[in-house]
């Protein structure tokens, strides 16, 4: 962010504003560890704030921190409207196009002050007044830190803004094992913990909390892992009547992608999941090197995200997406020796 902007900005947060916070649709991790870390910040400051989130998100999220202020815009959506039409400044996190926010988007229409994008994403659009975009940095939570930072306020971070942040960047990352892991991010999370941020209670919270039937769940995908050697990728499905035999909760495939990527000699991995309550087949995927899923997703499956890292759905059956993605890859085989 220009520093022009941030003093502005800064001005603008000087005085009490009622203000929105609102994460992409199926907020993560770090779409809801920022939209906390936000909030918490904000409150100090005396600031009227709202996390308005488009829908509900996994359980393994809600033990963070203020979690039980997040109004769901698809269940609560007079509230919803409400406070987005009386709010003077509105931060969008972790996304970058209003069509990340689905019906949201139509409720903006009311809108009438500034927009504040802090993200990570590739290609933003250009519908914020004050945008902090940046394609290097590992997650939104290290962007909101050095946001606060840019503000002068980093004394300002609780042990509860330390706790968000500190989840986004941890989940984000892969537990910091992706690329976009960076000195500069373990400095940060460095210094997330002396602020009170207790990493070993965090990971225990997001990732040692399975039910018996998502273990069951996992079993099922990689029981039907597809290898395709001569692509040195990997898939894995899992159709709507086996999310139902095991008693699907959102957020249960989380991570389920990454089991393919770990093979040996593998470089390209994807999930295909049947979503029975959006008609669709949710796509994720992940890669190593340079092999961009991002452009991938972009090109083949109304989607995009990272490098390494990204999401599309299809709207053909489980059948003919497996098909056409098996087809798309022939003409990636060099890309992907």
Same mark, same amino acid.
């Given at each position: 962010? @220009?520093?022009?902007?941030?003093?502005?900005? &800064?001005?603008v947060?000087?005085?009490?504003?009622? %203000?929105?916070?609102?994460?992409?649709?199926?907020?993560? +991790?770090? /779409?809801?560890?920022?939209?906390?870390?936000?909030?918490?910040?904000?409150?100090?400051?005396?600031?009227?704030?709202?996390?308005?989130?488009p829908?509900?998100?996994?359980?393994?999220?809600?033990?963070?921190?203020?979690? @039980?202020?997040?109004?769901?815009y698809? /269940?609560?959506?007079?509230? /919803?409207c409400?406070?987005i039409?009386?709010? *003077?400044?509105?931060?969008?996190?972790?996304?970058?196009?209003?069509?990340?926010?689905?019906?949201?988007a139509?409720g903006?229409?009311?809108?009438? $002050?500034?927009?504040?994008? %802090?993200d990570?994403?590739?290609a933003?659009?250009?519908? #914020?007044?004050?945008?902090?975009?940046?394609?290097?940095m590992?997650?939104?939570?290290?962007?909101?830190?050095?946001f606060?930072?840019?503000?002068?306020?980093?004394?300002?971070i609780t042990?509860?803004?330390?706790t968000c942040?500190?989840?986004?960047?941890?989940?984000?990352? +892969?537990s910091?094992?992706?690329p976009?892991?960076?000195?500069?991010?373990?400095?940060?999370?460095?210094?997330?913990?002396?602020y009170? #941020?207790k990493?070993?209670l965090?990971?225990? !919270? %997001?990732?040692d909390?399975?039910?018996l039937?998502?273990?069951?769940?996992? $079993?099922?995908?990689?029981?039907?892992?597809?290898?395709?050697?001569?692509y040195?990728?990997? =898939?894995i499905?899992?159709?709507?009547? @086996?999310?139902?035999?095991?008693? =699907?909760?959102?957020?249960?495939? *989380?991570?389920?992608?990454?089991?393919?990527?770990?093979l040996?000699?593998?470089?390209f991995?994807?999930?295909?999941?049947?979503?029975?309550?959006e008609?669709?087949? &949710?796509?994720?995927?992940?890669s190593?090197? !340079?092999?961009?899923?991002?452009?991938? /997703?972009?090109?083949?499956f109304n989607? +995009? $995200?990272?490098?390494?890292? #990204? +999401?599309?759905?299809s709207?053909?059956?489980?059948?003919e997406?497996?098909?056409?993605f098996?087809?798309?890859?022939?003409?990636?085989?060099? *890309?992907l020796q």
């Amino acid at each position: 962010m @220009e520093k022009s902007k941030i003093k502005e900005l &800064k001005k603008v947060l000087s005085s009490p504003k009622k %203000i929105v916070v609102i994460p992409h649709k199926n907020p993560d +991790g770090d /779409a809801i560890g920022s939209s906390l870390g936000v909030y918490h910040y904000l409150k100090q400051n005396k600031h009227d704030i709202s996390i308005i989130s488009p829908n509900d998100y996994p359980d393994f999220l809600k033990w963070m921190p203020g979690e @039980e202020v997040v109004i769901k815009y698809d /269940a609560q959506n007079d509230i /919803a409207c409400k406070k987005i039409k009386e709010a *003077e400044l509105i931060f969008t996190l972790d996304f970058n196009s209003l069509s990340r926010i689905d019906e949201v988007a139509n409720g903006l229409k009311a809108f009438t $002050g500034d927009y504040v994008m %802090i993200d990570h994403h590739q290609a933003p659009d250009d519908y #914020a007044k004050y945008t902090y975009s940046d394609t290097s940095m590992s997650s939104t939570c290290e962007m909101v830190y050095n946001f606060i930072d840019f503000l002068g306020e980093a004394h300002k971070i609780t042990a509860e803004i330390a706790t968000c942040l500190y989840t986004g960047i941890m989940t984000d990352t +892969g537990s910091f094992r992706f690329p976009s892991t960076t000195s500069a991010t373990h400095r940060i999370i460095a210094n997330l913990i002396d602020y009170g #941020a207790k990493n070993a209670l965090i990971h225990n !919270d %997001i990732f040692d909390t399975n039910s018996l039937d998502k273990l069951h769940l996992l $079993g099922c995908a990689l029981k039907n892992l597809v290898e395709l050697p001569q692509y040195h990728t990997v =898939y894995i499905t899992l159709s709507k009547e @086996e999310l139902q035999q095991f008693n =699907y909760k959102k957020g249960d495939t *989380e991570g389920f992608v990454n089991y393919g990527l770990s093979l040996k000699g593998i470089k390209f991995a994807a999930i295909f999941i049947e979503s029975a309550q959006e008609n669709i087949i &949710k796509i994720s995927l992940r890669s190593k090197g !340079d092999f961009s899923v991002n452009e991938f /997703a972009r090109k083949h499956f109304n989607g +995009g $995200g990272h490098i390494n890292a #990204a +999401g599309g759905r299809s709207e053909m059956s489980l059948e003919e997406t497996t098909a056409f993605f098996e087809k798309t890859l022939k003409a990636y085989k060099e *890309e992907l020796q």
